[in-house]
């Protein structure tokens, strides 16, 4: 450059000088100058990215080529999905990325609607993106592919390009930031539940391995299970399989549904741990498995609570047994029992009988004495046995209508031995009339059972009243009460409830003055029950006396001419004389009936046993023979049956069968064997002598 | 004719860059134009110019081509255009002392 130099001459103060004011303007020329070839050679020499040109509508820019290199680069490789739309919504531009998240090929999206790429439900939402002035942004969903949706967050701009209307549209894809979201707050939500549950939880990858793990599973496992493979840190086995967790882990990964699997885990050589275990898949949206869960509850307690329940149950069981059957040990030892017992009694009667045939009046009371009280063994054994037959249900009643005055004075028959002896005054006021159905025998039973019981209870010269009247039950129409009241000594209320039980006395003392085994009340609530009635106790207290109350129905059949229950025959003197075969291997017994029979003008032989007695009966040829059933080896059934079968058999001979059973099948069986009559020990033996006088 | 190369102590510079962009010659213009303003004692500011982003404002100052740094303080106003990637130059012919 040129510099255009003049010396500088001194300034006068006076005008200014012309020639200062055109230098400085030559110079600023020269600067200005300076500057634009400056500026023109930078541009010739392409050092300038772009040109500023005035146009009419305003400057435009040009742009030189390479200078927006570095914007492309941006839109291009940038995260976010880019797009140009034209005024109608076509795309006219997009970069790789937008491709990319609605899974389309450029070469098909650019010139395509951009709404194509919009879901239903999501239109009016970019439309009105679209729309709104100066740009807005929402989060949608945009169609990627042909079935699958992608949430975008969209920022939509409108500008002028040159001439044209266009959006920019920016879409930022949200697929992970959502997930992650969503995951995040379900992880919080999921590990609250999780922690707090009372169930083991367990979260396992793909790979097996423990990723979450509740509260109640760290304490399962006794140890901190996180980030290792749940069947190291659970060893789980079941009946079949001693390492059974990686099973089970495969197949909830698989997809498989465990569902209550009842699991044992050990942690030391005594811990043991039941656990109830169900394990599933946990799947992604779209089916495919993330991995699984397993959760269990520990039922360790429960288990072992059931166990003991069972042993206990067992336990119950068995004692339910042993009690059973010690009831009925209990029961078959008292009827053996009474058997036993009565055995001896039969011979101690007969020999007295026999006295009394033979010596007349000698010691008379002193037989007197052994009968009565042998009498009174026999009543005792008689009711233990009841009570046993009773119990077992073996008394079968033989019902038939009966005027209760006519029971109630037999009753007092068979009392009125302890009630003159105790000095009690009886009332009775029974009107005829009063007609039931009842077992004869055992009713009077059950009314002397009433009245021996108040005489024992009642101190010497007391008073006991018995009535009969009517009354009407409890809805069931009209009744026949008997009342038996005594001034005895009562029943304290706390025994009251317990008195009808077998065993239970009163006070010992006046129980035990009369003997007894308390089974008296028992015998007469179980026979009253039998005969479709009710009994029942009152008193006032101790010292109060005792009121017994019987109801029962009355008889719907009309009345008979009831006979008086026991007819006892006398003992006749002068006999037909007969044959008689006594079979007993009680030798005492037998020879004892032998002697009576005999002394009453009988020809009698004895035998002890079956295969004698045949012998005898051979040639004796008894025309009556009194079997012992219970006889060994040969019992009186068979012993029967031969007597009739066998070629020695004689015509006519009447059998009897004494039996210490007076069952009704033991009848049965008699019958069935041949015999024509049974009698049950020990022996009446008037009654025999009776018996054997009718036959013919 | 002898610009005299005047600094001022304390007086402020102002610098005024143009550019179109964000091409390399751009980032080259913004980063020298900075530095020359951070040498500069006392004062300076510098403000960047996108033509592209705000076009009316190359009107202001008449720029027909970018980049263009321009020194609007002190006067007198300077002008420079094209390669501003050497300081020496920039410097000169803006009429800035080297430090």
């Known amino acids: ?696 | 004719m002898a610009s005299r190369k005047q600094v001022t102590r304390g007086q402020k510079t102002v610098l005024r860059l143009y550019v179109a962009g964000i091409s390399a010659r751009s980032t080259r213009a913004i980063q020298n134009a900075r530095r020359i303003c951070d040498e500069n004692e006392g004062d300076c500011e510098l403000a960047v110019i996108d033509i592209f982003q705000q076009p009316g404002l190359a009107k202001d100052d008449q720029i027909v081509a970018v980049p263009t740094l321009v020194k609007k303080l002190p006067p007198p106003s300077r002008r420079l255009t094209g390669n501003l990637s050497d300081l020496d130059v920039i410097r000169v012919g803006l009429d800035l002392k080297a430090r």
């Open chain 1, 1 to 696: 450059m040129r510099k255009l130099w003049r010396p500088s001459k001194p300034t006068k103060r006076t005008a200014p000088d012309p020639t200062v004011r055109l230098k400085a303007r030559i110079a600023r020329l020269l600067e200005r100058l300076a500057t634009a070839e400056g500026t023109l050679e930078a541009i010739h020499l392409g050092h300038v990215d772009a040109l500023v040109v005035q146009g009419p509508d305003g400057d435009q820019i040009f742009t030189l080529e390479g200078a927006d290199h570095r914007y492309r680069q941006l839109v291009e490789t940038m995260n976010e999905g880019a797009l140009l739309l034209d005024a109608e919504g076509i795309i006219v531009y997009a970069n790789a990325r937008f491709a990319q998240l609605v899974k389309t090929p450029l070469d098909a999206l650019i010139g395509t609607q951009f709404r194509r790429f919009v879901p239903e439900a999501w239109l009016r939402m970019v439309e009105a993106l679209l729309k709104a002035r100066g740009g807005s942004n929402a989060e949608v969903e945009l169609l990627a592919g042909l079935r699958a949706r992608v949430p975008v967050y969209i920022s939509s701009t409108a500008g002028w390009d040159v001439d044209m209307q266009v959006t920019y549209l920016m879409a930022t894809d949200l697929t992970h930031q959502r997930r992650s979201q969503e995951t995040i707050a379900a992880e919080g939500l999921a590990t609250l539940i999780v922690d707090q549950a009372a169930e083991g939880i367990v979260v396992c990858d793909l790979t097996g391995k423990v990723i979450r793990a509740s509260n109640a599973a760290h304490r399962v496992a006794g140890e901190n299970p996180l980030l290792r493979q749940f069947a190291d840190v659970f060893r789980l086995r079941t009946a079949d399989d001693a390492n059974v967790a990686p099973t089970i882990v495969a197949s909830a990964l698989r997809g498989e549904v465990t569902s209550g699997l009842e699991v044992t885990l050990n942690h030391d050589a005594d811990a043991e741990t039941t656990l109830l275990l169900s394990a599933g898949p946990i799947l992604a949206v779209e089916g495919a498995p993330l991995g699984c869960v397993l959760s269990f509850v520990d039922v360790t307690d429960r288990k072992r609570v059931a166990q003991e329940r069972q042993v206990l149950l067992e336990g119950a069981d068995a004692a339910r047994i042993a009690a059973e059957t010690a009831n009925i040990a209990k029961d078959e030892f008292l009827a053996m029992l009474g058997h036993e017992l009565r055995n001896p009694l039969a011979p101690i009667l007969t020999a007295v009988a026999l006295m009394r045939i033979k010596a007349g009046d000698v010691f008379e009371r002193e037989r007197g004495i052994i009968e009565r009280q042998v009498h009174h063994v026999v009543s005792l054994v008689e009711d233990l046995l009841d009570v046993s037959r009773i119990t077992q249900g073996k008394v079968k009643l033989e019902c038939a209508p009966i005027e209760l005055a006519l029971i109630v004075s037999r009753a007092i028959e068979l009392a009125s031995p302890l009630l003159e002896a105790r000095g009690h005054r009886l009332t009775v006021d029974v009107p005829e009339g009063l007609v039931i159905d009842a077992d004869a025998t055992r009713m009077c039973q059950v009314v002397t059972n009433l009245l021996t019981n108040a005489a024992k209870f009642t101190e010497h010269g007391g008073d006991i009243a018995v009535t009969g009247t009517t009354g009407t039950g409890s809805g069931a129409g009209p009744e026949i009460v008997l009342t038996v009241r005594d001034s005895g000594v009562g029943i304290a209320p706390a025994l009251l409830a317990n008195v009808f039980e077998t065993f239970v006395q009163g006070s010992r003392s006046s129980a035990r003055s009369e003997g007894g085994l308390g089974l008296g009340l028992a015998i007469v609530r179980s026979l009253v029950l039998l005969h479709g009635g009710l009994v029942s106790a009152r008193s006032g207290g101790p010292g109060k006396g005792s009121e017994f109350e019987l109801r029962l129905p009355p008889s719907l059949r009309s009345r008979s001419g009831a006979q008086p229950p026991v007819a006892e025959p006398q003992v006749e003197s002068a006999v037909r004389p007969r044959r008689v075969l006594v079979v007993d291997d009680n030798e005492d017994g037998a020879n004892l009936l032998s002697e009576a029979l005999s002394a009453l003008g009988h020809t009698t032989r004895v035998a002890h046993d079956g295969p004698s007695a045949l012998s005898l009966a051979a040639t004796f040829r008894p025309e009556i023979a009194l079997l012992d059933i219970g006889l060994p080896v040969m019992d009186g059934y068979e012993l029967a049956r031969r007597l009739r079968t066998s070629d020695t058999a004689v015509p006519g001979l009447t059998l009897l069968a004494m039996t210490g059973y007076g069952q009704e099948s033991d009848r049965r069986s008699a019958r069935e064997a041949g015999f024509d009559d049974h009698m049950t020990k020990p022996i009446d033996f008037n009654a025999l002598a009776a018996l054997i006088e009718r036959t013919a």
